[in-house]
């Protein structure tokens, strides 16, 4: 069974742009999270999607959005980038709603000039 | 601020020799603790969980021990082995607030 996969995996960005990350979670899973890691802060939980729907969200500005596909793919957006959106951005997908064996991808490095 | 913290940032470990690697959380209402390896250039790895309900839980080579009276979580990796280096983070989770929240982390060296 394949893996969690995340495109792209490096991203450069200039200040002011947005961005757009997308997750493919593991067959069969339909809870998807996202988070953001840095060195500072560590692993941060940005939101949770099940079934379309946001279940839960962090303390993250609301420059950070997501959604979530019928086929439990999602995808996470950042309009107008700061230079500390500079992260590792993880998706971690689980079977379902509640169950907390969270399966990570690989991330994708934003990285914001 | 996070309520999960690690009381050491950095653990060299012989080759062959235990590791103990330690956490604390301060969420009295947190019911639910997880561990993850992660190795770089990767996303983090599930390693094992255990639920308030237990003080002990053991897996592959891995042992997790809580102790709620003093809110402390320990992951014990027996005969580190060299595939063991990275870094582990503790993980806890209050089912009324239904949020993961990641400690720092711990790196683990392993010498030769």
């Known amino acids: 069974k394949a893996g969690v996969t995340q495109t792209p995996r490096y991203l450069i960005k200039t200040r002011g742009q947005q961005v757009t990350l997308s997750c493919s979670p593991i067959s069969g899973h339909r809870s998807v999270s996202w988070y953001q890691q840095t060195p500072g802060q560590g692993l941060q939980f940005l939101f949770e999607y099940f079934s379309e729907t946001q279940r839960n969200k962090g303390n993250f500005p609301g420059r950070f959005s997501g959604r979530q596909f019928s086929n439990s793919r999602s995808e996470m957006n950042v309009s107008t980038l700061e230079l500390g959106d500079s992260a590792l951005y993880l998706c971690a997908s689980s079977v379902g709603q509640g169950s907390y064996e969270q399966y990570f991808g690989p991330g994708t490095r934003l990285t914001v000039t | 601020g996070e309520s999960v913290g690690l009381h050491l940032p950095t653990l060299s470990v012989q080759e062959g020799d235990n590791s103990i690697i330690n956490c604390a959380y301060s969420?009295?209402?947190?019911?639910?603790f997880i561990w993850y390896k992660q190795e770089s250039g990767k996303g983090p790895q599930f390693i094992i969980d255990?639920?308030?309900?237990?003080d002990k839980r053991q897996g592959q080579r891995v042992t997790v021990l809580l102790n709620k009276t003093v809110k402390h979580l320990s992951l014990q990796i027996a005969a580190t082995q060299p595939g063991d280096s990275a870094v582990y983070f503790c993980a806890e989770n209050a089912w009324r607030d239904d949020k993961i929240i990641f400690g720092k982390g711990t790196r683990l060296h392993i010498l030769p």
């Open positions: 255990i639920r308030s309900n237990m």
């Open positions: 969420n009295s209402a947190s019911d639910y």
